[in-house]
């Protein structure tokens, strides 16, 4: 089992990494956000690693830190939610936002992520309601300024959506923002953002 990796970023794409460790480059798939703040190509980096082997084959999972793997470990430990959808899950939303969700059984939030309908988030919630139950009094008093950008562009986000934007895209676009909190403002800058990648 491979735990973490450290070497040079060597590329990056929407969907996966590259670490160049010792001359060999490890493709690791991560959420967007995560993927994004990594570092910048050539950078020494480090990434904590899932390594998942099955009948298609061998893939690395990677992750900014050990809270977002464990996250998305119990996230695959649900039946009928893989790796990818995990991924997806921890790309809408950062690590704790996940668990807050989870800890307060919001169901609606949870349905909107990619590849999540609503009898898999029914199901996420029941099978892991126990695991967050206490984080949700740490949630609801940990809203530092990494909570703030996602409660400030939820409605700009779901504009994209309706748009046609994925949610990966949606949050990339937004990420950045420091305006005011004015959807409209927020859905412009998204878009001229969204309009240069």
């Known amino acids: ?109 949870l349905a909107k992520i990619p590849g999540i309908g609503k009898k898999t988030a029914q199901r996420i919630l029941v099978d892991l309601k126990d695991s967050f139950e206490s984080f949700a009094a740490m949630s609801l008093g940990d809203s530092g300024a990494d909570a703030q950008p996602a409660i400030q562009g939820s409605e700009a986000v779901e504009a994209l959506l309706s748009m046609g934007f994925t949610m990966e895209e949606a949050n990339l676009a937004i990420k950045s923002y420091t305006g005011p909190d004015d959807t409209q403002e927020i859905v412009r800058f998204a878009l001229k953002r969204l309009g240069g990648f």
């Open 1 to 109: 089992m491979i735990s973490y990796l450290r070497g040079f970023l060597a590329a990056r794409n929407a969907q996966y990494v590259v670490i160049d460790v010792g001359g060999v480059g490890y493709q690791v798939f991560m959420p967007s956000v995560a993927a994004e703040a990594l570092g910048t190509i050539g950078e020494e980096v480090t990434a904590y690693t899932y390594m998942q082997v099955s009948e298609a084959g061998v893939a690395l999972y990677g992750f900014s830190n050990e809270q977002e793997k464990a996250v998305f470990e119990k996230l695959i430990s649900v039946s009928g939610v893989g790796p990818k959808v995990a991924i997806s899950a921890l790309s809408a939303y950062s690590s704790n936002d996940l668990m807050g969700i989870i800890a307060t059984q919001d169901a609606a939030r």
